[in-house]
């Protein structure tokens, strides 16, 4: 079973950039899509952005034109670029596949001045 491993997270100013790493310990070219989820204290995980394999992507409204998913089916990879960070982007980060598989330890990304 596909197995996710998440990193690239950490604390950044407001204005600033992080790139999310998330390795799969097997193969992803066979996922119908790739997603990123997020989960503040007190709510509900929540869908950022989604990536099927013929490149449609479908991003949360709060992070359209700041955040950028992909993937690198070589490497098992999928990446979140995040730009213009915000206060209210502080959250775990967690990524997957479609069909899911089991959820990974996630990534702390904190913005804050």
């Known amino acids: 079973q596909v197995r996710l491993v998440e990193s690239g997270g950490g604390l950044v100013q407001p204005g600033g950039s992080l790139r999310l790493s998330c390795v799969a310990s097997?193969?992803?070219?066979?996922?119908?899509?790739i997603s990123w989820y997020r989960q503040a204290p007190g709510k509900q995980r929540e869908l950022v952005a989604l990536?099927?394999?013929?490149?449609?992507?479908n991003y949360a409204d709060s992070v359209k034109g700041r955040f950028t998913i992909s993937r690198d089916n070589a490497k098992n990879t999928v990446y979140l670029q995040m730009n213009s960070l915000k206060p209210e982007d502080t959250a775990v980060y967690y990524c997957?596949?479609?069909?899911?598989?089991?959820w990974g330890q996630g990534t702390q990304v904190t913005v804050s001045s």
């Open positions: 997957n596949l479609v069909p899911r598989v089991p």
């Open positions: 097997g193969s992803i070219f066979s996922a119908n899509a």
């Open positions: 990536r099927t394999n013929v490149a449609s992507t």
